[in-house]
C-alpha cells in the first residue's frame, strides 16, 4: 500500500502516518529523515544535497525526487509506504507520478487530514514547553496546574517560535498556497480519501483504516 499523507502542519497527519506504519508493517517515510541519513552516510545525493542546505538554498525538485526514489526502492518499501510532508508541490507530485510509473506502480491514496485553520491555531498556539525538563503542556487541553509553570520541575513555560499564532498563520498561508492544490491533483487522479481531523486521535485512525478497507 503506497501512501500519502496530506494536511496542513498541526492537522495531525504525523501521527496517523506512524500509527498507520506500524499497523501495515510498512515505513514512515519523511523528507527530512532522507536527507539527514544520506548526509551522515556522506552517500553522493547527500553530499549534492547538503550543498544546497549549507548555502541556505532549497534543494532541487530534481534532487529531492532523486532522494525519494532512492530511498522507495528499499527491501523495507517492498510492500508499500508512507509519505510524509512530500511531495508539497505540483511540480514535485507530477515528478513522483512519473518516477513511480516507471519503478513500482502508482500511489494508492493522498489521505487528506482535514482541520480548519482556527482549530490548527488554536492547537499550536496553545502549546507550552518547559524548557528545564522538556514537559510539555497545552492551556486548553493539558493545563499546567499553576498557570505558565511546569507542574514538575516549576520552571517557567514557554511557547516555541512554531507555535506562536503568527509563525503559525505563516505556515497555514504557505500550506494552501503550495501544497493544498495537491488535493485537487490527487482528486483527479481519484485517490484522495478525505477525514475528519477534528475527532479524536484514535477516532481519526479508526477512520483511515475503515476507509483503507480495514
Known amino acids: 500500500m503506497k501512501i500519502i499523507m496530506l494536511g496542513a502542519p498541526g492537522a495531525g497527519k504525523g501521527t496517523q502516518a506512524m500509527m498507520l506504519a506500524e499497523k501495515y508493517s510498512i515505513p514512515h517515510i519523511s523528507t527530512g529523515d532522507i536527507f539527514r541519513a544520506n548526509?551522515?552516510?556522506?552517500?553522493e545525493l547527500g553530499r549534492k544535497a547538503k550543498a544546497y542546505i549549507d548555502a541556505g538554498a532549497?534543494?532541487?525538485?530534481?534532487?529531492?525526487i532523486d532522494?525519494?526514489?532512492?530511498r522507495l526502492v528499499s527491501d523495507d518499501c517492498a510492500n508499500g509506504f508512507i509519505l510524509d510532508g512530500f511531495p508539497r508541490t505540483i511540480n514535485?507530485?507530477?515528478?513522483?507520478?512519473?518516477?513511480?510509473t516507471k519503478?513500482?506502480?502508482?500511489?494508492?491514496?493522498?489521505?487528506d487530514v482535514e482541520v480548519p485553520d482556527e482549530d490548527i491555531i488554536?492547537?499550536?498556539?496553545?502549546?507550552?514547553?518547559?524548557?528545564s525538563c522538556g514537559a510539555s503542556y497545552h492551556i486548553a487541553h493539558i493545563p499546567p496546574k499553576k498557570e505558565d509553570?511546569?507542574?514538575h520541575c516549576g520552571a517557567e513555560l514557554y511557547i516555541r517560535e512554531d507555535d506562536k499564532e503568527e509563525t503559525v498563520k505563516k505556515r497555514l498561508a504557505v500550506y494552501h498556497e503550495q501544497t493544498q492544490p495537491l488535493i485537487d491533483y490527487y482528486s483527479s487522479l481519484d485517490r484522495v480519501i478525505t477525514i475528519d481531523g477534528t475527532k479524536a486521535m484514535d477516532a481519526v485512525f479508526k477512520a483511515i483504516t475503515e476507509k483503507l478497507g480495514d
Request: glycine share 6%; charged share 30%.
Open 122 to 131: 488554536n492547537r499550536m498556539s496553545g502549546r507550552r514547553m518547559c524548557p
Open 149 to 151: 509553570i511546569c507542574d
Open 92 to 100: 514535485q507530485a507530477k515528478k513522483l507520478t512519473e518516477a513511480l
Open 39 to 43: 548526509i551522515k552516510n556522506g552517500t
Open 67 to 70: 532522494l525519494v526514489m532512492d
Open 58 to 64: 532549497l534543494v532541487p525538485d530534481e534532487l529531492t
Open 103 to 111: 519503478s513500482s506502480g502508482e500511489i494508492d491514496w493522498a489521505i
